[in-house]
């Protein structure tokens, strides 16, 4: 059995819930659509089946929210309930997913699914969401940090981690991450206020664009990295870009997850392995972060770091 994708449908639905599956072949086949229970994709005669169905050429999707029971299609009307938030980032992937992960106007991810090389679709798991109010959401989410304002329908589908994105050539596999278990509400996002300068512009104004300004977090990113490259205190840069970002709704956090990911992305470049360069954060922040997280926070961020450097030498 796929254990990635088994993983991602029992993390994130109930057995007895409708799901719909999409296959679709990057050479004009007619796509296959299937409404099932999450039970019958996980048997492993169905898995086998969407792995054959994947390594000869169809990509695999599916529906970011359960559906009614009995339903036969994936219209709007026929979604259950709001099951996840989520946002679809295809440009500048990296620099916007750690934007993302050192706000402090959303929560932690409870999934990043890497699509491909620098493209990713992130999701939070949530409860306490009508559709109206999942769908704006899912329109503040893409104005501040710059993903695709075409996903933002409750009936979106997404790539299922476990199987290869058909698209390109080779295939790459599309893998997942979990940050967090938790279950968010709406007040756990902080997106009231759109009309605020967003990090990044939208994706389709990105494309027309030739040439693309930097948003403050992008500068904040190149600026932190190269101070670190010339061997500047990292203690000051977190305290300097607390200050300099004052307009953050927490400051300090942005500054030192923005320090520590340039610091692990640096660190693991020299060559240090990944588990010294835990460490090494953990000594760093042993004194500012909570005994009780600052181990989990560790490791988080050198992941982070990691993956983001896998995804920039596949580029």
Same mark, same amino acid.
């Given at each position: 059995m796929n254990q990635i994708a088994a993983a991602f449908?029992? +993390?994130?639905?109930? !057995?007895?819930?409708?799901?719909?599956?999409?296959?679709?072949?990057?050479?004009?086949?007619?796509?296959?659509h299937r409404i099932v229970t999450v039970e019958q994709v996980l048997q492993s005669r169905y898995m086998a089946w969407l792995d054959h169905q994947n390594e000869n050429g169809a990509n695999i999707y599916l529906s970011a929210n359960p559906l009614l029971s009995g339903s036969r299609k994936?219209?709007?009307?026929?979604?259950?309930?709001?099951?996840?938030?989520?946002?679809?980032?295809?440009?500048d992937g990296d620099a916007r997913? %750690?934007?993302?992960?050192?706000?402090?106007?959303?929560?932690?991810?409870?999934?990043?699914?890497?699509?491909?090389?620098?493209?990713?679709?992130?999701?939070?798991?949530?409860? $306490?969401?009508? !559709?109206g109010t999942q769908e704006e959401m899912l329109k503040r989410l893409a104005i501040t940090f710059g993903g695709d304002p075409a996903c933002t329908d409750r009936n979106r589908l997404l790539r299922l981690p476990g199987f290869l994105n058909q698209k390109y050539s080779p295939?790459?596999?599309?893998?997942?991450?979990?940050?967090?278990?938790?279950?968010? $509400?709406?007040?756990?996002?902080?997106?009231?206020?759109?009309?605020?300068?967003?990090?990044?512009?939208? +994706?389709?104004?990105?494309?027309?664009?030739?040439? +693309?300004?930097?948003?403050?977090?992008?500068?904040?990113?190149?600026?932190?990295?190269?101070?670190?490259?010339? $061997?500047?205190?990292? %203690?000051?840069?977190?305290?300097?870009?607390?200050?300099?970002?004052?307009?953050?709704?927490?400051?300090?956090?942005?500054?030192? +997850?923005?320090?520590?990911?340039?610091? %692990?992305?640096?660190?693991?470049?020299d060559g240090i392995c990944i588990d010294d360069v835990i460490t090494m954060l953990e000594v760093r922040r042993r004194f500012e972060i909570p005994d009780r997280i600052c181990s989990a926070r560790a490791r988080e961020i050198a992941m982070t770091a990691q993956r983001m450097m896998v995804h920039h030498k596949m580029a």
């Open positions: 449908l029992t +993390r994130s639905f109930a !057995f007895s819930e409708t799901v719909a599956v999409l296959l679709r072949c990057e050479n004009g086949s007619r796509s296959q994936r219209m709007k009307e026929f979604v259950a309930s709001v099951r996840h938030l989520y946002i679809d980032i295809d440009i997913l %750690a934007a993302l992960r050192t706000s402090d106007r959303v929560p932690s991810p409870t999934a990043i699914i890497a699509t491909s090389s620098d493209k990713y679709q992130v999701l939070w798991r949530v409860a $306490g969401f009508d !559709f295939a790459t596999l599309v893998t997942v991450d979990y940050p967090s278990n938790r279950v968010y $509400g709406p007040d756990d996002f902080r997106l009231d206020d759109v009309t605020d300068p967003p990090l990044f512009r939208l +994706r389709d104004h990105a494309r027309k664009a030739p040439v +693309r300004a930097h948003s403050h977090s992008e500068d904040d990113w190149a600026w932190i990295l190269s101070e670190l490259a010339r $061997g500047k205190d990292a %203690a000051m840069l977190t305290r300097e870009l607390a200050l300099r970002r004052s307009d953050k709704q927490n400051p300090v956090y942005y500054a030192q +997850r923005t320090v520590d990911i340039a610091s %692990a992305r640096l660190w693991l470049a």
